[in-house]
């Protein structure tokens, strides 16, 4: 099982690779340009060479910096974002967690401390601030994540991640509660930093966020974890409204499409405005994932009693 792990994490990666070209790409297109094209067919050797460019670099420390926690808050971060990768029914027979749905929660809110780390021992005022918006908006956005989770748990029956698969074999979950669905990939967004909630990186007033100190190794590792996230978040949002299992086609082609959609965002949204963030959190996807909650607590209710 080890060794399996082992592989899985390398693809994993590998995979990391080619979503930071197929974002590039994407991005090219969305502006009207071609975006990498020129290392390799097509560009495809692009991210490995940005990888040893980056690599290469030298590494620098701030000598007012907490030399500790600014060293391992990257290494923390890309492992929570690889530990996550076991909550997945693999039908391979690597990992099958029974309180799966639990484990990614934990892991999920484990995730906001390394970047809270990773600005605070840069001791830096951008750092800080962006690692501070970081932490308010993962809080407010895990409530309506967590509750999306719970609602569909109600229908399950199971806190078992296959249990998801049996169940959509011949529906699927998001056409029973699509707006749902929407809540969740709009927290899964907050919950990844990504545009328009993009607030932890606001390059036009923090110089580039809680990372603003890394460069190097630091920098391609907080880097690593975040697509790693992104591809994850994928494959769970599959997983919990699109059906399929890990080892059919079909699941990964559906997985690609929820990545694009992560890309085509970025592309066509501008950020928003701190308080717009925090109003759609707490007055308009709190309240519909209550009371989808709340609904199916009710049908289920009905469904036993009958």
């Known amino acids: 099982m ?73 290494v923390m971060s890309l492992f929570v974002a690889l530990i996550l990768w076991g909550v997945l029914p693999l039908d391979l027979g690597l990992l099958s967690l029974e309180m799966g749905v639990l484990f990614f929660l934990c892991c999920l809110s484990l995730g906001v401390y390394p970047l809270m780390g990773a600005g605070w021992s840069s001791n830096c005022k951008y750092s800080l601030l962006g690692s501070l918006r970081a932490v308010a908006q993962t809080i407010s956005y895990e409530v309506s994540l967590a509750i999306v989770l719970l609602s569909i748990l109600f229908l399950v029956g199971g806190f078992n991640l296959m249990g998801f698969n049996e169940f959509q074999e011949g529906f699927w979950f998001i056409w029973l509660a699509f707006p749902l669905a929407g809540v969740w990939f709009g927290s899964c967004l907050a919950e990844m930093n990504r545009t328009p909630f993009d607030f932890a990186e606001g390059e036009s007033e923090l110089v580039s966020g809680f990372n603003t100190e890394y460069s190097s190794g630091g920098f391609v590792l907080i880097f690593m974890a975040e697509y790693t996230s992104i591809l994850f978040m994928s494959g769970v949002t599959v997983v919990l409204f699109l059906g399929g299992t890990l080892v059919s086609l079909s699941f990964y082609f559906k997985l690609v499409m929820v990545g694009f959609l992560f890309i085509w965002v970025r592309g066509t949204l501008p950020r928003l405005r701190y308080d717009k963030l925090m109003h759609l959190a707490w007055k308009s996807f709190l309240p519909l994932a209550l009371n989808y909650l709340i609904f199916f607590m009710g049908m289920m209710s009905l469904f036993f009693y009958d």
């Open 2 to 74: 080890t060794a399996g792990y082992l592989v899985l994490i390398v693809c994993v990666l590998v995979g990391v690779a080619f979503v930071t070209l197929l974002e590039r790409k994407i991005l090219g297109y969305i502006q009207i340009r071609k975006g990498p094209n020129k290392l390799g067919i097509l560009g495809m050797l692009q991210p490995f060479s940005d990888a040893v460019k980056l690599f290469v670099k030298e590494q620098t420390f701030p000598k007012s910096s907490n030399f500790f926690p600014y060293y391992v808050s990257p």
